[in-house]
């Protein structure tokens, strides 16, 4: 457990990790995530599950095709239907993500590479799966892929507030489906004595751009410091 971790060194730590070391949690990581599972919970207004030693999951050819390999620990991520569920699991659950960092795990977000195995989550009335996140001791810590430019993604330029930039260059580095950063930011000015940022999803064929939107919004929001702004 590295307690001295800040969250930017998390978000530059962080890469995707498929293949997992055959070794459960500790009980102290354990009581930390749950803990943290049930604030976010509360927040985000989901249903965010923790599922521990159970191998079923991402056993299988779709588990092989997406190379997962000894995953025994994940995060359902569940909620009740709605427009911005997708965001709000990318927001909350990209939280729990880079906690795990901190707490010297590894994680990946996972779309379709897994099955839903009976008995090992709760679905309550109107609630569904938007993902599942696997959680555990990686391999390797991961590797880092090609990003694109600060100017690919934003507005920023050398009259826009320095923040701004920090904010776009962490949000490059947030987990997005197949890599495909299909997001942006634009600064707008002040109004009302607030420094305003709109952030927007493109289009893709591929899908989870709004989950995509919500993590990139967190790295955001830790890149450029939360009180500098509020989103337009």
Same mark, same amino acid.
């Given at each position: 457990?590295?307690? !001295? ?14 293949? =997992?070391?055959?070794? +459960?949690?500790?009980? /102290?990581?354990?009581?930390? #995530? ?5 604030? #976010?919970?509360?927040?985000?207004? @989901?249903?965010?599950?923790?599922? @521990? ?11 092989? %095709? ?17 427009? &911005? #569920?997708?965001?709000?699991?990318? %927001? =909350? ?5 880079? #906690? ?6 590894? !994680? $990946? ?6 099955? *839903?195995? +009976? ?8 609630? *569904?799966?938007? $993902?599942?996140?696997?959680?555990? =001791? ?9 990003? *694109? ?8 330029? &050398?009259?826009? +507030?320095?923040?701004? *930039? ?8 947030? +987990? ?9 930011? /634009?600064? @707008? ?22 989950? &995509?939107?919500?993590?990139?919004? =967190?790295?955001? /929001? ?11």
């Amino acid at each position: 457990m590295n307690i !001295t971790m800040t969250l930017l060194e998390a978000i530059e730590a962080r890469h995707s990790v498929r293949a =997992y070391k055959d070794q +459960p949690l500790t009980e /102290e990581v354990v009581k930390v #995530l749950e803990e943290r599972i049930r604030a #976010l919970n509360r927040e985000g207004q @989901l249903h965010i599950q923790l599922i @521990l030693n159970e191998p079923k999951a991402f056993q299988g050819t779709i588990a092989k %095709y997406g190379k997962f390999r000894h995953v025994g620990n994940y995060l359902v991520m569940v909620g009740k239907k709605a427009e &911005d #569920l997708d965001e709000r699991v990318g %927001y =909350y659950g990209e939280q729990l993500v880079l #906690l795990a960092q901190t707490l010297g795990l590894n !994680t $990946c977000w996972v779309g379709l590479s897994y099955k *839903k195995v +009976p008995g090992t989550y709760v679905l309550d009335e109107g609630e *569904k799966i938007a $993902c599942y996140i696997a959680i555990g =001791y990686g391999e390797t810590q991961g590797t880092s892929h090609k990003i *694109k430019t600060v100017e690919q993604v934003s507005n920023a330029s &050398d009259s826009t +507030p320095a923040w701004f *930039k920090k904010g776009v260059e962490a949000a490059l580095l947030a +987990p997005t489906a197949v890599n495909q950063q299909k997001f942006s930011f /634009e600064y @707008l000015g002040m109004n009302e004595g607030h420094h305003q940022v709109l952030a927007k999803r493109g289009f893709s064929l591929i899908g989870y751009t709004q989950m &995509d939107l919500g993590i990139a919004k =967190y790295h955001f /929001e830790i890149g450029a410091g939360k009180d500098n702004f509020v989103w337009g």
